[in-house]
Structures are given as C-alpha cells and as structure tokens.
C-alpha cells in the first residue's frame, strides 16, 4: 500500500490536468457509468464525519473520509484522508492525504463550470469569503478566463487586505480589498462564494447581466444565495441526485426554494457532465445569469486521488507500507 503525505499529494496533483480529469469522470457520472451512493456522517457535537465512496471507470475504486467542523481556527475546517482500493481484487493499494485534495478538486471542478458556462470576455473575478477556498478558486479561475482584477470580501476587512495582498504577489494579478460583498460583486462577469454564511453572501440585486456565480458553501443552517439568484439563474449542478438529497448531501440553497414553491426540481438545467458531453446546451445568451451549485461529490475525489498515485508511480514517490 502507498502512503502519500499532503505535500507529497500537492506536488504531485496537477491543477491543470485535473481540470480535464474532472471533465471525464462528470461525464461519467451523468452517462451512468458511475456508482456513487449519497454522502453520510456521523455527527459530533462540534463537527461531522462524512464518508463519500465512488467508483469510476476512468479513476477506479476508493473513498474519502472528510471532516467537517466549521468553527476550527488553527487548522483547517475539512480535512480528509482518501484510500483507492484495486477495483478488480478490493485490495486497498493507496492512503492519501485528502485535505488539500478536498480543497483543490472543489476549485478546480469550478473552474471547469467556469470554462462552460462563464462569458469568454468575464475578466474580474469577485472572491466572497478569505479562506482555503478562496484561494484555491483564485488559482483555477484565472487559468481558464483572462482575468485582470480580483474583488476579495469577507467577514474581517484584515483578512481581505491580507488576502488581496498575497494573491497579488503570488498570482500576478491586481487584487483589491473590497468593504461590502456588494461592493465587491458589482461589475464582476465571476463570483465564486466560497463561505459557511448563514445569511446569502449573493444577492440577486448586486449581479450585473451575464454574471456566472460559482457557490461552493455548505451550511445545513444557511444559504449563501439569496431565492432571487438562484430563481433567476440557469443553474447547473454535479448531480442532480446528490444535490437535491436530504442533508448532509444536499443544497439547502436549492432545496429551500424548492420547499417555499419559488422553483421546482426541474429548475436545475443541466449537471456539469451534460455540458461537457454536449446532452444539454450552456449559456445562451450574453445577458444571461448562469449558477454553479456545488455540493461536492466523490468521483471528483476518486478522479483527483487516481491522478496523484499515477503521478506517484512515475516518480517513485511515497511510502510502501503493508497492512
């Protein structure tokens, strides 16, 4: 069995080859040629254990454990750990660290979303919230539309200005600090809400024609969208199935519309597999309002582990240990 550290597993995984990775296993996934049963956890009084198994043909066998405990301040509020099992014999083959997996499949399969249903001229970029994922979004967006202005918001108007200041070292691109998520969303063509708000973070009144909003946050207790976004958007999902389950898979940002009568089910147009296979059309028109809801699925994990134990292989990294 390989064992992979998490900076072994960040060396290792490729942002740009996972996007692609992505692609495949959502088009596997709505082709059916998946098996991936809904998300369960075991609820601590601080936090939750979620398990996400998967198998697809493009990735194999494996699943993630994944914490979730929202009020962590020195160290992350997801961490994980991911295990590929050999999918012709059940034997585990590989242990990875899945924090930094978790925080990158998240952006990168937003970037993906992104790529297919942003406008090709959208070149600011809104950040709501300052944490993993928002960096992680930072990284993968500008890889896939020429942005030339990050917007960061968040609760503590510091940890924008610190936020705005390392990004703009790090990725070469202007970064502002904004006051209000408003002020930040105004004009931007991308919003990725990246946050564990109770209150919508997006609201439909801030959103400039032809926005795409990305909204990665999960909070059973809240909404980072408003009914008014998400009414009024062309909205795409991972999986219909997963994101209009029961808590703790669902979104409470679609299933409380829903259960107010503002939408129906059949609101949601499309999963991200049926844009990349061409099953369902994208934006259509430039003024058009397009939302990415994610609630994150399990092959995404699988597809991005498969990638770090190839990558391994080649390079002879890890450590081989027997169980």
Not at 57 to 85: E, M, W, Y
Not at 294 to 307: E, F, P
Request: net charge negative.
């Amino acid at each position: 069995m390989l064992v992979l550290n998490r900076s072994e597993v960040e060396e290792l995984l490729d942002l740009d080859e996972l996007v692609g990775a992505l692609a495949r296993a959502h088009e596997e996934l709505s082709a059916g040629a998946t098996s991936m049963p809904a998300r369960i956890a075991a609820f601590a009084e601080a936090g939750l254990l979620g398990a996400m198994p998967a198998y697809l043909p493009s990735a194999g066998l494996g699943c993630k454990l994944v914490t979730l405990f929202p009020h962590n301040i020195d160290r992350p509020t997801h961490q994980a750990a991911i295990v590929l099992f050999d999918p012709a014999s059940g034997s585990p083959i590989a242990l990875m660290d899945g924090t930094y997996v978790t925080a990158i499949r998240t952006a990168a399969a937003a970037a993906l979303a992104t790529r297919l249903l942003a406008r090709d001229d959208a070149n600011v970029l809104a950040l709501i919230g300052t944490g993993v994922q928002a960096r992680s979004h930072a990284r993968a967006i500008i890889r896939v539309r020429p942005i030339r202005q990050l917007r960061i918001a968040g609760r503590s108007p510091e940890r924008s200005r610190a936020l705005a200041r390392e990004l703009s070292a790090s990725l070469g691109v202007e970064a502002v600090a904004c006051d209000t998520y408003a002020d930040a969303i105004a004009g931007a063509g991308i919003v990725c809400a990246t946050t564990h708000s109770v209150e919508p973070v997006v609201r439909r009144e801030w959103l400039e024609p032809g926005t795409h909003v990305t909204s990665v946050g999960y909070n059973p207790d809240g909404r980072e969208l408003d009914d008014a976004t998400v009414a009024e958007s062309l909205v795409v999902v991972e999986s219909r199935a997963a994101a209009l389950a029961p808590f703790p898979s669902g979104s409470s940002d679609l299933l409380g519309p829903i259960a107010a009568g503002l939408i129906t089910a059949d609101h949601v147009h499309a999963e991200i597999g049926e844009l990349v296979s061409g099953a369902r059309p994208g934006r259509t028109s430039a003024g058009q309002l397009t939302l990415y809801k994610s609630v994150g699925v399990a092959v995404q994990d699988a597809a991005a582990a498969a990638l770090v134990l190839a990558a391994a292989r080649r390079r002879g990294m890890g450590a081989e240990i027997a169980l």
